[in-house]
């Protein structure tokens, strides 16, 4: 028989307006799966459990008020928070042992999540400040790859990642820097979207000036990220930006596909080409067009989103910076030696690319595929395994050079779980113009279905 950690967050939806299952019920067993299963994951830093069966109560009494027919589509779901996301009462650890205070009020798509009746498991780990992509910390932060134990999941949205993969939360939000949700999204197996720029409201706590991080989402199946996207976006008092339109394009679709980078002089994986050429395939079996893309190549663009992340490490206010990791102070003094007419000039560089992309790239294709990562999951601790920041970050670069373009430009994209090798899954990820989220989501759930439907919890955690 099937159990609950099983289903799918919209399965679960639906049990629980049936009355089938209670929203307490689904939320005891999850903490009932974290409280035996996550000392050997590592994905959670701090568990909510009475606050969320509180939560959840509530959510049953507003279910027996309102009728099935008035609740939301994740109406009594458990849902997992990245630890850099403000939730009231609750520490926001940032992964750094500098920080940890109780957060004074919600931030925006934690309000959301309250007001459509998610039950909050915890927060989840990440790397300290959320700046490197795996989640390995200072204050018991090693999260394990739910599918192999001595891989990393990726980061910085590891923990949130973990924990769904795992089955230990049936769907989780996590925030994309620089590609946070995708590249564990890719590396666990799951859906991970970034939305467009203005499609989640960001902050308060972290209004994320440079517009490079959104808060985005994480789950086993596309109808379950698109639910919860769904629940968390719209704007809020005080965005600088908003949405903006999209136009459906009808019929069949026309598909770029870049397998190279913009980033020069780096290698991209046999395994990580044919995930982006099985998701190609697949979306060509579909009746859509295919065409290669050539993206260019342009160092500058890469050394623009070093330089321009590293201000924001920079800008941590921090009591005690000998308590920091290594690369994380490599990185804060890296930003103070960029001034401001450097930051200025990468900030214009990062609208000359959302330009090109769009003039160049979407003006002749309505979504475009690439691997999610030019290199499968790497091994827990490869990161910091060298003396020198520099060349870990390097090392990092030849990880995730597809994703940050989209960061760059303010665009959304989405890691489709498509391929396996070596026991690890592979993502691959399709990206489009603005506000083409939903529709990125709808192509992803006809890849899934085609495959035979999504992928259930990684083997062992079932």
Not at 433 to 449: D, H, K, M, N, Q
Request: glycine residues 12%; negative net charge.
């Amino acid at each position: 028989m099937t159990v609950l950690h099983e289903l799918s967050a919209g399965e679960l939806a639906g049990l629980i307006r049936a009355g089938r299952v209670t929203s307490v019920e689904v939320t005891l067993h999850h903490l009932d799966r974290i409280a035996r299963l996550d000392g050997r994951l590592g994905a959670f830093a701090t568990v909510t459990g009475e606050p969320a069966l509180e939560q959840a109560r509530r959510a049953d009494e507003f279910l027996a008020a309102a009728g099935p027919d008035g609740v939301g589509a994740l109406h009594g779901v458990p849902v997992a928070v990245k630890d850099n996301i403000d939730v009231e009462d609750v520490p926001t650890g940032w992964g750094s042992a500098d920080r940890g205070d109780e957060a004074v009020g919600d931030d925006n798509v934690v309000v959301r999540l309250r007001r459509a009746h998610l039950p909050i498991l915890g927060k989840t780990h990440l790397p300290e400040f959320a700046l490197p992509c795996y989640t390995e910390n200072l204050v018991g932060g090693d999260t394990a790859n739910p599918w192999r134990p001595e891989f990393s999941p990726g980061g910085s949205s590891g923990g949130s990642a973990a924990a769904v993969s795992a089955g230990l939360a049936p769907v989780a939000l996590g925030t994309d820097a620089g590609g946070s949700v995708r590249i564990p999204a890719s590396c666990c197996g799951l859906v991970g979207v970034r939305p467009s720029n203005g499609a989640v409201s960001n902050g308060p706590s972290d209004p994320a000036p440079t517009g490079l991080s959104v808060p985005g989402v994480l789950a086993r199946t596309a109808l379950d990220a698109a639910a919860l996207l769904g629940t968390i976006a719209g704007p809020m008092h005080g965005d600088s930006i908003a949405s903006r339109p999209y136009s459906e394009p009808g019929g069949p679709l026309r598909i770029g596909l870049a397998i190279e980078p913009m980033v020069p002089d780096l290698e991209v994986a046999d395994e990580c080409r044919a995930a982006a050429e099985k998701l190609a395939a697949s979306l060509a079996s579909a009746g859509h067009e295919v065409i290669p893309i050539e993206l260019g190549k342009d160092v500058a663009v890469a050394d623009a989103f070093r330089d321009a992340w590293s201000v924001v490490a920079a800008s941590f206010e921090v009591e005690d910076e000998d308590s920091l990791a290594p690369f994380t102070r490599w990185m804060r003094d890296r930003g103070r030696r960029v001034g401001g007419v450097r930051l200025h000039e990468c900030l214009t560089m990062f609208r000359g690319v959302a330009r090109m992309l769009d003039e160049m790239v979407f003006s002749t294709v309505d979504l475009l595929v690439t691997p999610t990562l030019a290199q499968p999951p790497q091994r827990r601790g490869v990161f910091r395994a060298d003396a020198d920041e520099e060349a870990n970050f390097a090392a990092m670069t030849r990880l995730m050079p597809f994703t940050p373009m989209y960061n760059i430009a303010g665009m959304p994209a989405v890691s489709i779980p498509v391929h396996e090798a070596d026991g690890l899954p592979i993502g691959a990820m399709l990206g489009g113009p603005y506000g083409s989220e939903w529709r990125i989501l709808r192509e992803a759930a006809l890849v899934e279905a085609r495959a035979g439907g999504p992928r259930g919890v990684a083997p062992g955690w079932q």
